[in-house]
């Protein structure tokens, strides 16, 4: 499966952006979506996953209460919703496809070019 990232920018801290991730190539329902992220010098880290029918979400406790990752199978689109940005949430955002659920990088076969979110104080 293809998939294209969208979405990212500049904003200042208290502010939202809206990610969106953009499947081809195969049947995107059949497949769990996560966004990950990487901030400078450090490791790609799990950020939001979302299983196959859109009804079970997890998130990393960095982020739980601002981020919402939904899903739009007759889309094939997945979104993540990023209110209340911090500056500690810049970094290059990664959307990806897997089969497991699981929320380790190595479970993913299918990653995004990546989108950049700055967040300014």
């Known amino acids: 499966v293809q998939l294209q990232a969208s979405g990212g920018g500049l904003v200042q801290a208290g502010g939202s952006l809206r990610l969106s991730c953009a499947a081809s190539g195969r049947t995107f329902s059949n497949y769990y979506m996560a966004w990950f992220r990487q901030a400078p010098g450090k490791e790609r880290e799990f950020v939001a996953g979302?299983?196959?029918?859109?009804?079970?979400?997890v998130y990393a406790d960095s982020v739980k209460g601002r981020f919402t990752i939904t899903r739009d199978n007759t889309k094939d689109t997945v979104y993540l919703q990023m209110n209340s940005l911090k500056p500690e949430d810049t970094a290059v955002y990664y959307c990806?496809?897997?089969?497991?659920?699981?929320?380790?990088?190595?479970?993913?076969?299918?990653w995004g070019q990546g989108t950049l979110v700055t967040v300014s104080s």
């Open positions: 990806a496809a897997g089969l497991s659920g699981r929320n380790s990088i190595s479970e993913y076969n299918y």
């Open positions: 979302v299983n196959r029918n859109g009804f079970r979400r």
